[in-house]
């Protein structure tokens, strides 16, 4: 179920994942191990007990209920289909987590391009949209861009990127782009209207603002264009690989990047259908993922 080699597997084998205290993976590798030799669908909650008696002495009560209450959410989603790797909490270590994680009875999810990186479940395609837009940003400032600007293609609205805080931007504002994004988000309205979560939570669609400029001057750099070293999507995006080669060997002047988000990773409303269906608080937040593409253009010093 846990061990130690766990970012080593297939990202599919280790997407989700649970803490829990240590206390309970012995015991729980034990019930299911034992689940399996006698091929039960359920196991009872005296039967799971009956792992937890040589730690009686160890436990409080209120522990127990809580690690019961882990045990028992993991199994109806088990049954539901979904793989769920419980990691003991002494491994944490191990991990990069947000600030204040982990925390009991949630879920996270696998960065699929940082492997010791996990996400709360509910904010995942926020984090991933975010740090892959923040490191595009930051090859570009190391590779000397003069001035940058983001152009909406398709997806989340321009306004998604102002309203999160990433960046401190000057919008630029079109007739005909305010006409396609109220089109836009009636048409998602419309087609949600009898989904889970229904057409709230939908004014992230809009796209009144075609365009943004993020920075218009910066200093003229006094080292030679050169790539972050901490690249995570780099070698997965060909227009990202083509302005760094032509800037750093060629002296490109003028650069274009997509910003990419096609993949949703299997998290989505079908997942948090199930996972609410096993017992999880997935909360009021869970983000959707939105097919977005933003075009990032600009200038390089000579």
Not at 78 to 91: A, F, H, N, T, W
Not at 214 to 230: E, G, S
Not at 254 to 260: A, G, M, P, Q
């Amino acid at each position: 179920m846990i061990r130690k080699n766990l970012l080593e597997r297939p990202y599919s084998d280790r997407r989700l994942i649970m803490f829990v205290d240590d206390e309970v993976i012995e015991a729980h590798e034990k019930a299911e191990a034992a689940a399996i030799e006698s091929r039960k669908i359920t196991i009872t909650t005296e039967e799971y007990l009956e792992y937890f008696k040589s730690q009686f002495n160890r436990i409080y009560i209120d522990d127990l209920v809580r690690m019961l209450q882990q045990a028992r959410v993991y199994f109806a989603a088990k049954r539901d289909g979904v793989l769920i790797r419980l990691v003991e909490k002494s491994l944490i270590g191990q991990f990069q987590l947000l600030p204040g994680h982990p925390r009991d009875n949630v879920l996270y999810v696998g960065h699929p391009a940082i492997p010791k990186y996990y996400i709360p479940l509910a904010e995942f395609h926020q984090v991933i949209f975010q740090h892959k837009f923040s490191e595009a940003l930051s090859m570009l400032m190391n590779l000397g861009a003069k001035n940058i600007h983001v152009r909406y293609v398709k997806g989340l609205g321009l306004e998604h990127l102002l309203n999160q805080g990433v960046v401190s931007a000057v919008p630029i504002k079109t007739e005909a782009a305010e006409n396609r994004g109220r089109a836009i988000m009636e048409a998602y309205k419309n087609m949600l209207k009898s989904s889970p979560i229904g057409s709230a939570g939908f004014d992230d669609v809009k796209v009144s603002i075609e365009q943004v400029v993020l920075l218009r001057t910066a200093p003229r750099m006094v080292q030679p264009p050169r790539l972050p070293f901490n690249m995570s999507w780099y070698m997965f995006e060909p227009t990202w690989q083509w302005v760094g080669e032509g800037r750093m060997k060629f002296g490109l002047k003028e650069f274009i990047v997509d910003l990419n988000s096609p993949e949703d990773y299997d998290i989505n409303l079908a997942l948090r259908t199930k996972l609410e269906k096993a017992g999880f608080n997935v909360g009021t937040e869970f983000a959707r993922h939105v097919p977005t593409l933003w075009r990032i253009f600009g200038e390089f010093w000579e």
